[in-house]
């Protein structure tokens, strides 16, 4: 599952945009969904803080922690993708000093192994922003529908309808990118919007529920392979139906098993390694640690 070619690095958001090739990114919250996403040949990673709602079963995004965030980026970059990992700050996390909220992008960078930090909000993140920026903790934007702000917003609903709130987001993105970001998610805006947005600014806006004149999409994991159902807005594409198909594997495990149909010969060891084959008695996979210590049969 190794991604050919050189390693991307935050570089490629300005150069998509400048090539006017679009922008790929996907999140993860894991080993397994970042190897999965590298091999995709996805552009970037986001651990978004959508890893409490689809992982950690929150109602929304709200309760997730700074070491939520930090174990779910360690577990990503254990997966050495290739490709950068941006880490959301969560909910709380910047909405403190601007010492306390570059501490806290820190620990995303350091421990968490991230090349770069999400920040919600235009305007009245004016401070943090700057402040991460200066610390050289590169900054991702994001407008439009901030799931952190769904108390204030009274629900999941589109941003930026209306001659106004067009206004107040257009200049909040030329903010942004006049700060340093390198690059602003748009989500649930009028893809009108999102558009003219792209061509303002100077920095790639990646968009989700906001149309194809982004200049690149992002896709939360687990509802674009159909493994999370809880939710089905309107701008997710479900590419899989991972969810049905693992439903159905695990019920058929559970008949096989009941059914003494699993495990058959194939899956026993008998009292003396095999002999044959490799004759190593190494494992299944090749590699080291739980599974390097099983026998290969
Ligand atoms: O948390 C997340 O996954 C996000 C994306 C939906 C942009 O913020």
């Known amino acids: 599952m190794e991604r050919k070619g050189k390693a991307l690095t935050l570089s490629v958001f300005g150069r998509r945009k400048r090539d006017g090739c679009k922008l790929v990114v996907l999140t993860a919250y894991d080993l397994t969904s970042a190897l999965i996403a590298a091999a995709g040949g996805v ?10 709602m ?20 360690k577990a ?3 997966a050495k993708p290739r490709v950068p990992i941006i880490a959301d700050m969560p909910y709380g996390s910047f909405h403190v000093s601007t010492e306390k909220t570059v501490a806290n992008a820190l620990r995303l960078i350091k421990d968490g192994g991230a090349q770069a930090v999400k920040v919600e909000g235009g305007r009245q993140r004016e401070d943090v922003i700057r402040a991460l ?3 050289e ?10 799931p952190q702000s769904v108390n204030r917003l009274g629900g999941y609903k589109v941003q930026g309808r209306g001659a106004a709130e067009a206004a ?7 903010l942004l990118a006049e700060w340093g970001c390198f690059s602003l998610v748009l989500e649930c805006v009028p893809s009108a ?8 600014i100077g920095i790639p806006t990646v968009g989700i529920g906001a149309g194809a004149g982004c200049d690149g999409q992002v896709l939360v994991f687990h509802d674009m392979l159909g493994l999370f159902t809880g939710l089905k807005p309107k701008f997710v594409k479900r590419y899989a139906d991972l969810g049905e198909a693992a439903c159905k594997a695990v019920a058929q495990y559970a008949e096989e098993v009941r059914d003494g149909v699993f495990p058959g010969p194939e899956h026993q060891y008998d009292d003396q390694p095999a002999s044959g084959k490799d004759g190593s008695g190494s494992n299944v996979s090749g590699q080291s640690g739980y599974l390097g210590d099983m026998e290969k049969e």
């Open 133 to 135: 920026i200066a610390a």
């Open 54 to 73: 689809v992982v950690l079963g929150h109602e929304n995004t709200l309760p997730v922690t700074m070491d939520d965030m930090v174990h779910h980026c």
């Open 193 to 200: 919007l999102a558009e003219t947005v792209s061509g303002e």
């Open 137 to 146: 903790i590169p900054v991702m934007g994001h407008l439009g529908l901030t």
């Open 43 to 52: 552009d970037a990673i986001l651990v978004g803080d959508s890893v409490g």
């Open 76 to 78: 990503v970059a254990r």
């Open 168 to 174: 107040l987001l257009r200049e909040d993105a030329a």
